[in-house]
């Protein structure tokens, strides 16, 4: 329990920088109004009050996430993987054959936000930056279906694609909650036996339900897209579970046994950065093979169309030719 010794007071007046683009400027610029964090706490707590406030989520992650542009397109199908719906996205250009490298996406949202449509429209985002034949995991999420449904719900779909797909033919990514539940998937995958992918992308993790870094504080405020602490979707999601379970919080696994070689990424007014760069430092410590991205002023998410972005893009596209070619 921190003292008031221990707490540091500042107020003071934080400019955008003139160290990032044009347009990432004008994204911080426009401030927390922009900020998705709050809007994720209903009126009222129960399940209809939750049902409200996800439907606006999604909603808003499809008219935002449509307006950007994705080059390139992709064609996408829906299918079943077991029992769980996929959406496959065919870039335009990508040969369709079935030597052709997958990547296993899962999508972000708090882990209540970003079903159905929602997942449809951030996948072509996802396609689009990597460039490869893209499975999106349109998984259960709360108030209906808590953990562990979205975490069985993504092994059941790796297990699936395994029957078909070469391990060393997969990647493996997620951001925010996405980041969550991809990390975890590893743990649980080879805790179940399973082959590891060839490499795991990680944008922005929610690694640490627990919130315990230091930049819950020190970004809180800062970070224009995520304006709050996610807490209440978390309790939703995890219920009495322990929030150090590394399946629920990947940060606190044991990565001695195996982990497949991980980019990690982050901006310095991401709320999530402690996040990043605490899994960065497990995963080294344990002989993982792991790189870290830390953006300049980027917050959660990224700058949406900005040049950062398209960097971030390349460098996660070198880093999956670099292990898939192994």
């Known amino acids: 329990m921190a003292t008031p010794e221990d707490v540091l007071e500042v ?30 706490r209903p009126e009222r707590p129960d399940r209809d009050g939750w049902r409200a406030v996800i439907a606006a989520g999604d ?18 199908e829906t299918t079943l993987a077991g029992d769980v719906p996929v959406f496959v996205l065919q870039p335009d250009g990508v040969t369709n054959d079935p030597e052709q490298p997958i ?33 999106s995991v349109d998984y259960r999420m ?47 995958a080879r805790d179940e036996g399973l082959p590891l992918p060839a490499a795991l992308v990680l944008l922005s993790p929610e690694a640490d339900l627990t919130e315990s870094g230091d930049s819950f ?23 009495d579970h322990d929030l150090t379970d ?7 696994g044991d990565f001695s046994g195996g982990f497949p070689p991980t980019l990690l990424q982050a901006g310095t007014r991401d709320l999530f950065l402690s996040n990043t760069v605490r899994l960065h430092r497990r995963l080294r ?25 398209a960097d971030l893009a390349q460098e996660v596209r070198r880093f999956i030719a670099a292990h898939l070619a192994k």
């Open 103 to 135: 990547y296993f996406d899962i999508h972000g949202g708090a882990m209540i936000v970003g079903a159905g449509e929602a997942c449809r429209a951030l996948a072509t985002k996802t396609a689009a930056m990597v460039r490869m034949r893209t499975w």
């Open 217 to 239: 504080a020190t970004n809180l405020g800062i970070d224009c897209v995520l304006t709050s602490s996610l807490a209440e979707s978390i309790a939703l999601n995890a219920g």
């Open 285 to 309: 410590a344990a002989g993982v093979d792991a790189e870290l991205h830390v953006f300049e002023a980027m917050p959660h998410g990224g700058f949406f169309g900005a040049p950062e972005d």
């Open 11 to 40: 107020t003071r007046r934080i400019p955008v920088p003139s160290t990032v683009s044009a347009h990432a400027r004008q994204f911080l610029a426009m401030g927390l109004s922009f900020g998705g964090g709050a809007m994720l």
């Open 142 to 188: 709360p108030p209906d279906h808590p953990y562990p449904a979205a975490l069985d719900d993504c092994i059941t779909a790796y297990r699936h694609l395994l029957e078909f797909q070469a391990p060393e033919r997969i990647v493996v990514g997620g951001g925010s909650a996405g980041g969550n539940l991809a990390a975890a998937l590893m743990l649980r």
């Open 246 to 252: 590394p399946y629920l919080s990947p940060l606190f």
């Open 59 to 76: 909603q808003m992650l499809i008219d935002f996430v449509t307006a950007l542009p994705a080059e390139p397109g992709s064609t996408v």
